[in-house]
Antibody
Framework: QVQLVESGGGVVQPGRSLRLSCAAS????????MHWVRQAPGKGLEWVSV????????DYADSVKGRFIISRDISRNTLYVQMDSLRIEDTAVYYC???????????????WGKGTTVIVSS | SYVLTQPPSVSVAPGLTARISCGGN??????VHWYQQKPGQAPMLVVC???DRPSGIPERFSGSNSENTATLTISGVEAGDEADYYC???????????FGGGTKLTVL
């Protein structure tokens, strides 16, 4: 079945780095843009980053631009986000999400992983 | 950047109709999507492109979008509908995806 499974979360000190992964299965990975969305404890959803279906376009929320890098490996059907210079305010559950199929003209997120927790603390 | 405004909370008795608003400047020109998130779970898409329901979502869930307000309507509310609900649009000027602040639906 269609599935996204995140991994790589943990506890990290401020200023350090972490790489999250999202393994995709059950669908054609190269037909969909992919997103990272995060949720700080007790807060709402915050969009973090997007990568297009073919990896040619990437964009970032202002809060992470210059510190996070999104990428995808089509040979492994895996989405990544490299998070550098982590701050306490980056503490959150990080979800990966599939965007509606390329060419559909829509831009919703129709499949979500269960999330992985990142805690930035000294 | 584009801002979406939702009421923090909405309360409704079982069997009645809940309406959750999502305000944005000329939001009717954008496609609005709605997500349900229950405690400890990932968000789930319940309405897309203003009015469509993904497969498996009950007909009780419907959406509308006019002028500066989009609305998620849940008819015949059940206890299991108690959750946080988020609206979302794509901001073409920045290529950023935007979420509203979320609305906690309480079933009395």
């Amino acid at each position: 079945q269609v599935q996204l499974v995140e991994s790589g979360g943990g506890v990290v000190q401020p200023g350090r780095s972490l790489r999250l992964s999202c393994a995709a299965s059950g669908f054609n990975f190269t037909s969909h843009g992919m997103h990272w969305v995060r949720q700080a404890p007790g807060k709402g959803l915050e969009w973090v980053s997007v990568i297009s279906f073919d990896g040619s376009e990437k964009d970032y929320a202002d809060s992470v631009k210059g510190r996070f890098i999104i990428s995808r490996d089509i040979s492994r059907n895996t989405l990544y986000v490299q998070m550098d210079s982590l701050r306490i305010e980056d503490t959150a559950v990080y979800y990966c999400a599939r965007e509606s199929i390329h060419g559909s003209g829509s831009d919703y997120m129709d499949v979500w992983g269960k999330g992985t927790t990142v805690i930035v603390s000294s | 950047s584009y801002v979406l405004t939702q009421p923090p909370s909405v309360s409704v008795a079982p069997g009645l109709t809940a309406r959750i608003s999502c305000g944005g400047n000329n939001i009717e020109s954008r496609s609005v999507h709605w997500y349900q998130q229950k405690p400890g779970q990932a968000p789930m898409l319940v309405v897309c492109d203003d009015i469509d329901r993904p497969s498996g979502i009950p007909e009780r869930f419907s959406g509308s979008n006019s002028e500066n307000t989009a609305t998620l309507t849940i008819s015949g509310v059940e206890a299991g509908d108690e959750a946080d609900y988020y609206c979302q649009v794509w901001d073409s000027s920045t290529n950023h995806w935007v979420f509203g602040g979320g609305t906690k639906l309480t079933v009395l």
